[in-house]
């Protein structure tokens, strides 16, 4: 290309010069494919290639937002645009957008859609995910685990005015977060004694248990935990009329309430001394119950420490009596 070009001190003389003129080819790139769905943990490529031009950057966005290339993506350069995704997971799935700059102009693909395909988990993939590096000597949340705790009698096994002794089921509950999953069935079932358990015992009393129990864990963590057992109360207080009152206490051996808070469940479904399973005794009856809770300090242990009480008022049968007809004392 020429032109001419006028000067002052060329007494307007024209002289002729002469440039070089480039005509820049337009930036265009494409995407071949605009849908991709691969399994889970698999690695997937989404092609991106430019048509015209010479880019001077490339880069992706995820959902409108930049991706960073590094561990599972990588490419994404001027040599390699295409972009290459590992171990690909569910997270991964959205609209992908390549985007080419050559210093003047931005161009940009079609949306790229990945929708990975949902591997199916086992349960045994659950189990050995959530118990993996699990250490059932470590309290699952810092500072304090809330436990809710409930009675389920079921039988009067014996009384004897001094000491009660009735089969019941213990309900406890806590979170653990080190046993949740993101998906798959909804709850498992694991023995007892490979995960953490609040250590929450009677008082005055002493036990062995002839199996171990499961305890049942929901995928958020949830862990519901009810071992059945042989309680006995020897705090069987006597009142007019053939009544007694008899307490079962229950309180954490090591934690105080700073690391281990016990409550009863709230909401009128689940009570904290739950009848429905109870079988009447011939000779006694239940007339009345309560739960209550306290804290209490010791002086040999540091620390406030919650403690639960479940009292029974029970009463001798009338009937029962005038069967016998034979214990004066059950006249009154």
Known sequence: MYCDVFHPQTLNSKQTASMQLTVRSSLSITAPRTFYNPAETETVTLACIVTAGNPTGISWKHDNVNIIISGKMSGGTISNPALRISNVDMSDAGNYVCEATDGSATVRTN???????ERTVSEFDIITSILKGYNKFVRPIDPVVKVTHSLIPKEMVKFDHEMLAVDALQCITWNDPRLSWPRGQPRVSLPSSIIWLPDIVMLG????????????IKKNGDVTYCPESMIMSKHCEGMAGNVWECEFKLVSWSYDKVMLDIFFPIGINVPSIDMSMYYEHEEYEIVSKCATRREKTYPCRVGTYPELTYTFVIRRHQSYCRNLNKNPTCNS
């Open 111 to 117: 949306n790229i859609q990945l929708s990975p395909i």
């Open 205 to 216: 009393q002493k036990f062995t248990k002839d199996f171990e129990d499961k305890a049942i």
